[in-house]
Nanobody
Framework: QVQLVESGGGLVQPGGSLRLSCAAS????????MAWYRQAPGKQRELVAV???????NYADFVKGRFFISRDNGKRTVLLQMNSLNPEDTAVYYC?????????WGQGTQVTVSS
């Protein structure tokens, strides 16, 4: 079965950087797009970034130029490099894959941006 495991979250000061990692298993990783979402307290889950099977990327406007998504098909891993973090980026970040019409999610990793 599909399994996604996120890591790399933590507490960082405004202006700092973090790199999130998502390890995937249970399906043919290389042929599916991967995405990162986030959910802040009291808010709906929102799309942050997507990377296609071919490496094409798309970003939400609120992270463009600051966050960068990448994938390593050999390691079955998708990364999210987050720079210039601000308190509004505080959220639980989730890795996602959609296979057919079924979404699979990891358990999430907490990112807190605070001084």
């Amino acid at each position: 079965q599909v399994q996604l495991v996120e890591s790399g979250g933590g507490l960082v000061q405004p202006g700092g950087s973090l790199r999130l990692s998502c390890a995937a298993s249970g399906y043919i990783f290389s042929i599916y797009a991967m995405a990162w979402y986030r959910q802040a307290p009291g808010k709906q889950r929102e799309l942050v970034a997507v990377i296609s099977s071919g490496g094409r990327t798309n970003y939400a406007d609120f992270v463009k130029g600051r966050f960068f998504i990448s994938r390593d098909n050999g390691k079955r891993t998708v990364l999210l490099q987050m720079n210039s973090l601000n308190p509004e980026d505080t959220a639980v970040y989730y890795c996602n894959v959609r296979i057919g019409n079924i979404d699979s999610w990891g358990q999430g990793t907490q990112v807190t941006v605070s001084s």
